[in-house]
């Protein structure tokens, strides 16, 4: 049976696709059978007069993940805002049959799903005339724990508390904490220490701030990522999907 678990940050540009893609690099590159998956994605690039998830394209490439994009990210959307608003804004209104379709696809084809989200827990990904629906919901309905990202500088005491909190109050399983961005220095270290006093979630990676990402950014995620995440630690993450 397929094992996973579901990356959600503490906000929008946290960066959980830098961490995801980095997590599936030591899954896939430690001869694990391991996928992405991403429901809904928002900004994405044109090229070619063609739509590209610009996350699932990094992730993919990263860890070397030959899935058609269709299957790990069933909603593409142009406009750069909260997948509820581009879906209105385009006319093509998210189909949760259709999200469930392809994520039981990936768990009979695969060994390891990590799934990532849009935005933060509350993102909406629905909002019409069936009701609204969040990120929330989303997780619940593929019955997944989550790994939080969260940033190391000044600030993110009080999201990444609020999130935990939010997210504990929702009855959702919280696996640990990465932090992204993290800089050896007094700030970012009592942030951390300050962070598991309170939450009492164990910070199970820091990534390190990687200078000049956009110059050789698949191979300094790959770098960063070998140094930063355990194997054990991953697979010690991941719950049997239902």
Known sequence: MAKGVFIVGTDTDVGKTVVTAGLMHVLRSNGYNATYFKAALSGALEIEDKLIPGDTKLVSEVSKL??????????????????????????????????REKYAFLKKKYDFIIAEGSGGIVCPLIDDERGLYTLENLIKDLDMSVIIVARAGVGTINHTVLTVRAIENLGINIKGIIINNYKEDLVCDDNIKIIEKITKVPIIG?????????????????????????????IECMEELK
Not at 79 to 98: F, R
Not at 208 to 226: F, G, R, S, V, W
């Open 66 to 99: 030959e899935e058609s994009y269709e299957n790990i990210t069933p909603y593409i959307y142009k406009t750069a805002v909260s997948p509820h608003l581009a879906a209105k804004l385009e006319g093509n209104p998210i189909d949760l049959d259709i999200v």
């Open 206 to 234: 820091k990534l390190k701030d990687i200078e000049n990402l956009d110059d050789n950014m698949t191979e300094a995620i790959k770098a960063n990522a070998e140094k930063t995440f355990k194997i054990e630690k991953i």
